[in-house]
């Protein structure tokens, strides 16, 4: 365990490497699970089990519903049923989500199961009617689509998605921010969200550089707002800077910056090995921990405290840095 950063609290699906509590009653593995372990606090939840159905279960569904009273244009509602019983659950899983979302005091990220009715987070089939086989259109679980609704800001991502070395890196870079974060708002004092801001300052000029002006003239507060409204209005854009990961050319942009403080202390092949591996990171074959690794390196080597500070150059646990990847749910490259 690597005390020098925050323990995030992470909801996860059940059925992903916990419990046996699929409709089929198996268990997904999922090496991240175990990886994440010793770094976070899970919270482990299968909402089917939790509004009551067994294990096994027959399977649930979503499907489009019918509007009485609906406006012409506006998008058709999701239900949540069971073909084999006739039961619909929309309701039960609404009423649960909504409770058990409202209970979170600490939550920081979430990992759900693809493809679910439940916790898919996106891309799940809406069948036009319980027998029917065709499908209506793609839509979130109706789980998964509270979550989003109730905590946009938050690192949350399907376990398929999270094979994906560069998808996976961003969701812990943006998950232990988001803890970091949360031990500031408990300290309540601005010179922590002062020092949070600039450790994070390269994390956020690759990943959104209009938002990290708003978040810098946040920081400086000049109508001296009371420290929880600007807490709010800071996370708010925090979330929002982080949304997607950042593109190639700002990433590539940020490493050259930093190598640029050592061009008068390396040597000749040192630049040059600098200069393959960013070329490997722009084409895809380098994971970014590659390349930032080597500034890192001299950073602790020239004593260049700034850059020591900088997040970007560790922004979660090395034990978790890895080149595996599936490439599955692999983000276009800009």
Known sequence: MDDSF??????ISGCLDFEACRYNAQLIPFDLVGELEPFVRYVPICPEVEIGLGV?????RLVQLEKSNCESGSDPEVGLVQPATGVD???DMLGFSSRFLSSLDEVDGFILKNRSPSCGIHGVKVYHGPESSSTAFRSPGLFAGRVVETHPGLAIEDEERLRNYRIRGHFLTKLFALAALRNVEK?????ELGRFHARYKLVLIANNQSEMRALGRTVANPERLPFEQVMAAYREHFGHALRQAPRYTAVVNVLEHGAGYFK??????EKSFFRSQLQRYREGRAPLSAVASLIHSWAVRFEEEYLLDQAFFQPYPGDLMSVSDSGKGRARRA
Request: glycine share 8%; no cysteine.
């Open 6 to 11: 925050p323990q995030p609290v992470v909801v």
């Open 56 to 60: 096994p279960r027959e399977p649930i």
């Open 89 to 91: 659950v929309t309701r």
């Open 187 to 191: 300290a309540g004092r601005m010179s």
């Open 264 to 269: 008068d202390r390396i040597g000749r092949r």
